[in-house]
């Protein structure tokens, strides 16, 4: 073939938009079960206990899409994928129409979970399916803390702790929330948890730009006292560091759980919505909370064997001092709260 | 050898890849910016300038990279000097400069909170010392961020002073010398007049990453140390506010490009003034 340069634009053009349009064409034709979910842990266990014993019963393929952020995928795209775990904090993705809602009488699964995990959008249906769940506790370095020293979220203001507290990322989704409660307001009256926050605030040594450097600051006592998720301070312990423990306060805790939700407008969304049943389990519920301390919601799953050796308490006082939150309502004020809560901590230090 | 003309046109190719992609993601950030609640405007921009901890983030953002960039150059000048005139020093000068680029940004990072954190290798010696009664703040400040990055940074200065040391005939300096120019004279007369593009293009590379700088401000930045960098993240990850983060790229690629167009005029105006010595 004699090439030209006209020949040679038209190919190149070619070239150019051939990885668009295969992307596309992937992407309608894609079957079989396409999650969205964080990476590392979550991402590795979903893959071993949910994806694999699924395929291999269903027939159905089932793949994983690590992303940091699944929420900020959904905001900033249509769907390419059919579910992805998450939080009901993302309520707001149900308004958008980017996650279809769950008609309960079609999950009969769900009567074998308690309705306190559950997301109600209206009577008929939920937000998405329940998996798991952890709690938002404090995390302490007991190398720098003595037992008793701190038993109340308010300790974490005292003046002794200066520049050795740290805060997690998700301030205006767990912690303001959560002090609302404790100090008198609620998920739709955050003023009270602001002023703790802001008390609380002046002790920080940093807020961690990722979970790792925060368990790195706990565990080298540059952080001695953090509010932190419980399934990672169970992953630490089950590795068999000793330093790092988890405190319930005497306030309890707020409870954090997680759903599978379904997109509105993914490729084959029958897959996903059997996926979904499958991953309301007993089986692979158990096997997650040992594996990275996500803790079953479904009343046939057990707690693990070692969970007083590993979290201080029976599985039976854990739920005594585990608090619902109302995540739709704090969903719907979060970015206003965060607004709020940057320019809190964009003064910090500055007197 | 003559390459039959298709030929160029296909090594054109990766470039015109690159080209449509930087120009979609460009015009799409661009769009994105005027998008409004209302539909389409320019309130994103005065908005931005209305919040006093976006403005506290602008100003911290410059003078964190202008601080960033002379610490490199102070540092740059003398590694490139004894590279360029101490050939044999190129040996263990370079790997030593490079080795660290070889490690990932990450692990780098966390590397200095084990040098410099409360309880990491240098406050351990301060107090071992009796210098500091308790562990000195070295991290999780504007510090921090300034050391992190002039680590991550420096190389870049270092190489594009030394790529402009080696272009000089080293006779210049020489035949000053000759004719009575201390060494002092002949560095600020001589040699720092000639190496001038080197050393403002590595300001301006330094400059320019340390503005967008993101993974190093996260890690080894205090919770009021924000930097429009940073900002862009967190409003994408945390608030999913596309057009606000779209907002905040814009104003800090156009103020640090003013930034760099004020170099490249400053290199421009020696450059001009200083042809004789050229």
Known sequence: MQMNRRRFGTMALGALAAPGLARHAAAQSRRGVVMLAFPGGTSAAWKKFYCEPFSAASGIPAQIVEMTDPTSWYMGRGSEFNCSIANPVDYALYQQGKVEAMKIADYPILQKIPEAFWTRVDAEHVLGMPVYQQVYGIAINRNFVKPGEITSWFDLAKPQYKGKVGMGGFTDIYEVPWFSRITGGSETNQESGLELYRKIAANLLTIPGSMAQMVQLLQRGEVIAAPFYSARVWTLKKSGQTAIEMVIPREGVPLIPYHLQLSRSGPDMDAARRFATFSAGAEPAARVADAIGYFPVNREAAFPGDFQALMGVTPEEWAARVVPMDYVAIGKTRLQMRDRIDQINANIGKG | ?278
């Open chain 2, 1 to 278: 050898m003559r390459f039959p003309g298709y030929l160029n046109w296909l090594l054109m190719t990766p470039l015109a890849l690159m080209l449509v992609v930087v120009l979609y993601g460009s015009l799409e950030l661009m769009a994105q910016a005027f998008v409004r609640p209302d539909g389409w405007g320019f309130g994103n921009f005065p908005a931005f300038f209305a919040r006093a901890d976006y403005v506290r983030a602008f100003f911290a953002t410059h003078m964190i990279a202008a601080i960033v960039t002379a610490i490199s150059l102070v540092i740059a000048w003398p590694t490139a000097h004894t590279m360029a005139r101490h050939p044999a020093s190129r040996s263990w000068l370079v790997p030593l400069i490079l080795t660290p680029l070889l490690t990932s940004l990450v692990v780098r990072t966390f590397g200095w909170m084990v040098v410099l954190g409360p309880n990491g290798l240098v406050n351990d010696a301060l107090l071992a010392l009796g210098i500091v009664n308790e562990p000195a703040r070295l991290l999780f400040n504007m510090s921090g961020i300034v050391i992190g990055l002039v680590h991550v940074f420096f190389p870049f200065a270092v190489f594009s002073i030394y790529n402009a040391l080696t272009r000089i005939d080293p006779d210049l300096p020489e035949a000053a010398m000759a004719l009575g120019s201390g060494p002092v004279r002949t560095l600020f007369k001589v040699t720092l007049p000639l190496a001038s593009t080197g050393i403002i293009n590595g300001a301006s590379i330094v400059y320019l990453l340390s503005t967008g700088a993101i993974v190093t401000p996260l890690l080894l930045g205090g919770p009021g140390n924000q930097m429009l960098g940073t900002l862009v993240y967190v409003t994408i990850f945390s608030y999913f506010d596309f057009p606000r983060a779209a907002t905040v790229a814009i104003v800090l690629t156009v103020s640090a490009l003013a930034v760099v167009a004020l170099l490249t005029l400053a290199d421009r105006f020696l450059n001009r003034h200083m042809s004789v010595a050229r």
